[in-house]
């Protein structure tokens, strides 16, 4: 999963930066509302963390030029929790909303959960005949036995899930699980889709030559 | 209940109408008992004027002392017969005569005449007739001039019961009225005080919440408009500065939520595992920034909140703005030599009675804010001059200037042109509140002009001593 923050103040981003590139996600950051809108439309990000106060552009403008082109699901982040304000943002297209100061539990909670709303996932453990993924615990089951995972190959997997029955492309793999800074090469992505095969044991991750990979029902 | 208004009235004018009912039903009660003494004195006088022939002949014609029923049968219809026929049926009339000769002895007595009855001392002078009421009856006194004292009474029973039978009537009458006054009083009182009610109902309201409603001006009476007016003008002022209070708060504590949001997230994620020194002194370090942020925003506020008050607490002296002024242009000016600070002092000595301390302050904030926001190279100026009892003091900058939607709040709380500008630098958006704050508090007032691209100019205006 790869998302964007938006936030103007270097210390919160640092932080949410570091905890959720610990929880998996692939991360890419933008200072203010310009920046943060050239990248939310030239990538497909899972979600974006969006905070409203910000120089050049403030949140607002951001999230209604966005939503202009783009159904990315967006957490806004603000200090002002008025209703007013919560009622303009869910209008203008945020799929939900924290107040600062946030806890960084209900955080990660509320982004796993528009995440798997706009994959049309009701709840956070997504199941596939013996398969299990727990996107809460970011833990694997075969047959209800815990599979070890690199965060890699967690985060393949979780993608594919949230997309099963889809064929899911290279690029796409690409764009969703490494974020700006990553550089690795085309081939990398096999060897962890061939590792995956491997340590789950079932022969469910299919490869359509030419388009990507897919996850059979 | 007697501290209602309401019921006041309606006290009053029950007693003024009970007055005028009292005095109008006495005076009718006077009158109808004059008329019925009246008629009785009328009675007396034609009943002693046909009883007179029989019991008091004049003495020419008097004839020889008799009995009454030795009297020859007089002339039919004559005033004796008359006299006659009256006394025979003076029992049924209720009169009753009596008749003294001059030496005082009873010479006649017809009907009932009360046991009481005497010759009265001192008779009328003769010749003359006296009426007078005494006890219980009506009696007419005639001396005739030969010295017989003739008597004609009446008891005044009668006139007695019908005067009762009056009073019972006109005390039902005056209660009658009173009733009616009292609905009535009642019915006018409460509609001429149905307008205060109303403004006392929507008083009621604005009190428990409803603070955009008004007294409605329309409907009420001249002499309730001013009070309405002034109602309605303390309301306004009561919402506005709720208003203030409450976009206070909620800017303080949204102004305190970003740094808290730091040191919540910054902890949170570096407690997930263990990790380097390095990685915890970073934590630390942003910690400490927020905190630092926190602090000057409290700091600020304190600050704010004792330049609202501020007049007890000024240290006026008399100082010459061209020294204090000077001062402050050069010691900010070392502050940066990317800005020359350009000082005009006025021509003249501007002395004025301030707190020296609190307008090098302001005037330092000033500068600091121009100094921020110019261009490389571009100096600031500080000017002063006399403006008839003023002074003036102007700080200009060459900067980006700023637009003019933003001038109106530029001296509000919490107010930034650039809403993250403040981070970098450090200021809480409390600057220019806290200047104004002290010129105002001085007498004086300051403003700001600005044009997009040329820069910006606040001035200060400060009374003479």
Known sequence: MRLLIVEDESDLRLALSMALAEEGYALDTAEDGREGLYKALNWDYDAIILDLMMPEMDGWEMLERLRKEKHTPVLVLTARGELDDRVRGLDLGSDDFLVKPFEMEELSARLRAIIRRAAGKSTSVLYLRNLEVDTARKTVRVGGKPIALTAMEYALIEYLMMHCGKVVTRIDLYEHLFDEQDDSLSNVLDVHVCNLRRKLGIDCIRTRRGHGYILER | MFRSIKWRLQAWQMLLLAAVLA???????????????????????????????????????????????????????????????????????????????????????????????????????????????????????????????????????????????????????????????????????????????????????????????RIELADAPVELEDMACTLNETFDHLDDAIETQKRFSADASHELRTPIAVVIAQTQAALRRDRSTEEYKAVLEACLRAGQRMKTMANSLLELNRVERIDAELLKGRHDLNTLLHETATSTALLSDLHPVEFKAAAEALWADVDGERIQQVAANLVANALQHNPD?????????????????????????????????????????????????????????????????????IAVSSMPGQGTTFTIELPLA
């Open chain 2, 23 to 213: 005095v109008l039903l006495a005076l009718h009660y006077q009158l109808r008992r004059k008329e019925l003494v009246a008629q009785v004195d009328k009675q007396l006088r034609d009943a002693l004027v046909i009883v007179l022939p029989v019991v008091a002949p004049p003495p020419s014609a008097l004839p020889p002392r008799r009995e009454p029923q030795q009297l020859p049968p007089p002339l039919a219809d004559g005033p004796e017969q008359i006299g006659q026929d009256f006394i025979e049926q003076i029992a049924d009339h209720d009169y009753y005569v009596m008749a003294w000769n001059a030496a005082g002895a009873e010479e006649a007595r017809h009907g009932s005449v009360p046991a009481d009855l005497a010759l009265p001392d001192p008779p009328p002078a003769a010749g003359k007739q006296v009426i007078a009421t005494r006890a219980g009856n009506r009696e007419l006194v005639r001396h005739q001039p030969n010295g017989v004292v003739i008597l004609v009474g009446q008891p005044l029973a009668p006139v007695y019961r019908i005067l009762a039978a009056t009073r019972i009537h006109l005390l039902a009458v005056g209660l009658a009225v009173m009733a009616t006054g009292f609905a009535g009083g009642w019915l006018i009182i409460a509609r001429v005080m149905r307008p205060l009610r109303e403004i006392g109902q929507t008083a009621r309201r604005i009190a428990s919440g409803e603070r955009n409603r």
């Open chain 2, 377 to 445: 190279g571009c100096p600031i100026r500080v000017e002063l001059r006399r403006n008839g009892g003023k002074a003036e003091i102007e700080v200009a900058d060459g900067g980006a200037g700023i637009a003019p939607e933003h001038l109106p709040h530029l001296f509000e709380r919490f107010f930034r042109v650039d809403k993250s500008r403040s981070r970098e630098h450090g200021g809480a958006g409390l600057g220019l509140a806290i200047a104004k704050g002290i010129v105002e508090a001085h007498g004086g007032t």
